[in-house]
Every structure is written in C-alpha cells, then in structure tokens.
C-alpha cells in the first residue's frame, strides 16, 4: 500500500507528525519537492526532532529514506542534519538514497534569495531565504544548474562552477552591485559535499520502482501545503515547486495510479508564514490567542505564523486538486477554551457567493468571508484518545469541517507528542 501525505493550507500543518506515525507501517518515506525550507516536527517521548531535507520516516530506524529528483538540497543542512541525528544515535548508513538528479542548492542561491527581499522592500514575498526560488530558477533554465550527481564528476563540476560563476557574477554586479562568486571556493565546498555524502547517492527512479515491485510500501511526504503550490497556489505568493500531491510523480518518478491513497493535513484553524492573502485572518486578539495557544512560531525560521479560523472553501479546493480520500486534522486542542469557532465556508465576492476558491491573489483580496459559527468547548483534550471522549462541541467541530470539506476526518492531534493523536 503506498500513500502520499500532503499539506492542504499554507504549510505547517502537521505532516511530520502524521507521517512519522504513519512511517511505522511503512518500508520507505520519501521527499519529492522542496527543500530546506521545510520544517517537519516530530516529537518523540518529549523529544523533538526538526527536519528539513530529511523525511520524516528518519527518525525510525528501520525505515527507509529517500530523497528524490523534484527536492533543491542544501548539503550544508542536510549534511548538519544527518550528523544531528547521529548524535542522537539514529544513523542513516545503509537506509538514506539521495537522487543524483536533484538540485543542489549552493550559497549564491541563499544570497540571491535574500538580495531579491531586500531590494524589493514591501513588495517582498517574505520567502526563507533558503534559496528555493532561485535554485529551482536555475533548474529551469537549464544552463548554469548543479545536481546532485555531479559531485561525482569533479573535472566537469569544476569547469561547470567557472561558467556559472562568470554568469552570476555579471548578474549580482548589474541587478545589486557586488557579492562576489568565488568558483574555487564554491568548488572546494563541493569536495567535501561529494565526500560526505557520496555514498547516499543513487538513481532514486530505479530504487523507489525496485521497492513497489517486491511489494514494499513507500509513503510520500509532501513540504508545503497546496496553497503555496507553484502552478494552483496563491501566485505569486507561493513556493517555487509544486506542493500539493500534483507535484509527487513529477517530483518522484513514481506515477500517480501506483499511490493508493492521498492524505490530506491540515490544521483545525488556518495559519501562514510570509506574505499572501489569507481570506480568514485574525489580525487581532484572536489570532493572538491562536498564536499562543497553538506555538504558531516558525521551525524555519522562527517568524511568527499569522493565524486565523479554518477556511473550508480553501481545504475543499486543496483537496480536489490534491485528489484527497482523507483528512488527519492537527491541533484540535488548540481550541480548547475558545467561546466560540468559525468556518468560512463561502466567500462573497464583487457581492456574488462562491463556495469555489479562486488562487487569482487580486480575486481573494476581494473575499469576504461568510462564516458558520460554532460554540466551543472547555475541556483539555490533549490526554484523549478516542473520537467518543471528546466532548459534544469538539465532535461536532469535527463533523461540520468532514460536513463543509467533503473530506473524512480520520486522525485527530490532540498534541504535539507522537502519541496524542486519535486514529479513527
Ligand atoms: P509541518 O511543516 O507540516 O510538519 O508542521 P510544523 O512541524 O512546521 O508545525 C507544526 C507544529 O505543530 C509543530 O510544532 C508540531 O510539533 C505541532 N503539532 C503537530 N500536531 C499537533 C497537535 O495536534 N497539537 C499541538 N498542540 N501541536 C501539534
Ligand atoms: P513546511 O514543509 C510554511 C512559505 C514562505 C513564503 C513562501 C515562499 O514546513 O510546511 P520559499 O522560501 O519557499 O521561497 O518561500 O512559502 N513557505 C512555507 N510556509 N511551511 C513551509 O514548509 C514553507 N515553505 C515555504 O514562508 O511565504
Ligand atoms: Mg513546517
């Protein structure tokens, strides 16, 4: 059984935690896009694990891990990531598979990424600055593009870095006045990327094929969320690869009619990082509260996530694109204390309803929301473990977001920890 896990907002859904406890009944948990702009908690015992390149199965050492074609890798963090998992004792030798044919995302990428913000002042898209956008530009234009595989060929490598770094010179020079690419320097970088992680690197295509033949089952886990998908998000205020499930067999080599099911995370409220219309804001003591409440802090980057109420149209047009059987739901005890909850679930726009998201930004900046009003519930959820102990309200919560949403809901967070979770 193979199964893909997706976010379905703007990012930070959950999906580490669903999949490291989905990766228990998995062989194999893959990356397919992004890159180290991702942040994927997983909290284990009360310790806790923050990954970035890594998939979330590699806290589990019996699981296997790949990272395929559609990821930008950085090798500083995921080579920092490898050796922090060492030190935990969680060793990857044997069990991690890195694609020669993903990109790789090198420090000229990181500069251009935070030039590019700065120069455009309050018109930025408040990015990470892990050089995603320009990495993936690179990838795309062809021409001056590093994959992982050519840190295997140092000669050409080498004469790769001088062309590229004559061109990104000229370009840092006219476009911001300076920043000089040392291509000797970036090159001897490469060396050591190729020595540390040499014998990671495979044909992940043929290894992620070979696993399905004989049976075993690979879980993919998507970065993001699909409204911050490149080609069906918020545009221009999205990532730079497609995050939603769309993006797995691209990104993956593996075809969407071999996955036998979609998973869907979102949260039980709304939040986002980073610049983008967000229809259900709570630009007040609300999401503030939210924001408490729910550590809506960055595991990236530490900025604060704006927070707002669930969107269901969002999550309904997520989830069709995304092809999604069913929801996990995180954060439900979040909730916990609040009077009263809503769920957008029409927009009103130029004065028509639509219960259709529309990812046009100069459409959704029109939005006015029309909500459902719940009444919430005071209990702490976070110790139950069953959907019949929650209370009424919370059931009902549940039950209206499957109603509005069209999804099923079959995981519940009740918490951080790996195991407050309710499996239905
Ligand atoms: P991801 O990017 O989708 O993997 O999500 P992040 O790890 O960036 O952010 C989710 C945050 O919520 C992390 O700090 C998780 O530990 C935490 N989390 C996940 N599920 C729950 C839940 O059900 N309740 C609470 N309170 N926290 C949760
Ligand atoms: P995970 O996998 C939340 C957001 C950034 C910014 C926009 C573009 O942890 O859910 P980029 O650096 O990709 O060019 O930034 O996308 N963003 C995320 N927001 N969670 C993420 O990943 C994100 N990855 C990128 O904040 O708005
Ligand atoms: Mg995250």
């Known amino acids: 059984m193979n199964s893909c896990i997706t976010g379905l907002q703007w990012g930070d859904e959950g999906k580490g935690k669903v999949v490291d406890i989905l990766a228990e009944k998995s062989d194999v948990v893959v990356r397919y896009a992004g890159g180290a702009n991702a942040g994927h908690t997983v909290v284990i ?64 990428h990181k500069q ?13 898209l408040g990015t990470t600055i892990r050089g995603i956008g320009p990495c993936y530009a690179d990838k795309i234009g062809r021409s001056y593009a590093v994959r992982v595989g050519d840190f295997k060929e140092p000669e050409y490598l080498r004469q790769k870095l001088q062309k590229i770094a004559k061109f990104k010179n000229n370009y840092f020079k006219a476009m911001y006045g300076g920043d000089e690419v040392d291509a000797d320097a970036i090159f001897s970088k490469c060396l050591i990327y190729a020595e ?23 879980l993919f886990e998507g970065a993001q969320g699909a409204l911050l998908d490149l080609d069906h998000g918020t545009f ?33 409220y709304t939040t986002r990082v980073g610049e983008g219309p967000f229809p259900t804001e709570q630009d007040n003591e ?13 595991t990236t980057t530490g900025r604060p ?3 707002g109420w669930f969107d269901a149209v969002a999550v309904k047009y997520s989830a069709l694109i995304g092809g999604i059987d069913e929801l996990a ?10 009077s009263e909850l809503k769920i957008a679930k029409a927009y009103r726009i130029d004065g028509k309803e639509t219960a259709f998201f529309p990812s046009n930004c100069a459409k959704l900046s029109r939005v006015e929301c029309v909500y459902e009003t719940l009444p919430g519930w005071d209990d702490d ?19 209206k977001i499957e109603e509005l949403t069209g999804c099923p809901i079959s995981i519940i967070g009740v918490g951080p920890g790996r195991e407050q979770t309710i499996i239905r």
């Open 45 to 108: 015992g009360g310790h806790k694990f923050a990954l970035h390149l890594l998939p979330s199965g590699s806290v589990r050492q019996d699981t296997a891990c790949v990272i395929a074609n559609g990821v930008v890798i950085d090798p500083d963090c995921l080579i920092q990531e490898i050796d922090s998992l060492r030190h935990r004792d969680i060793g990857l030798e044997g069990r991690l598979f890195i694609s020669e044919n993903a990109h790789v995302v090198l420090d000229y």
């Open 112 to 124: 251009e990424d935070q030039l590019r913000e700065q120069s455009l002042g309050n018109s930025k």
């Open 196 to 218: 540390r992680l040499g014998d990671f690197i495979v044909d992940t295509t043929e290894h992620l094929h070979n696993a399905i033949s004989v049976g075993k089952s690979v």
């Open 236 to 268: 221009p205020y999205v990532t730079s690869s497609n995050a939603s499930s769309l993006g797995m067999a691209a990104g993956s080599g593996v075809p969407a009619k071999l996955v036998d099911k979609y998973m869907g995370v979102v949260k039980s």
């Open 286 to 298: 609300i999401g503030s509260e939210i924001r408490e409440r729910g550590n809506e802090y960055g």
């Open 305 to 307: 996530r704006r927070c």
């Open 329 to 338: 739901m995180m954060h439900l005890d979040t909730l916990s204390g609040m």
């Open 381 to 399: 959820v976070s110790c139950i473990r069953t959907f019949e102990q929650l209370p009424a309200n919370a059931r009902a919560y549940v039950a």
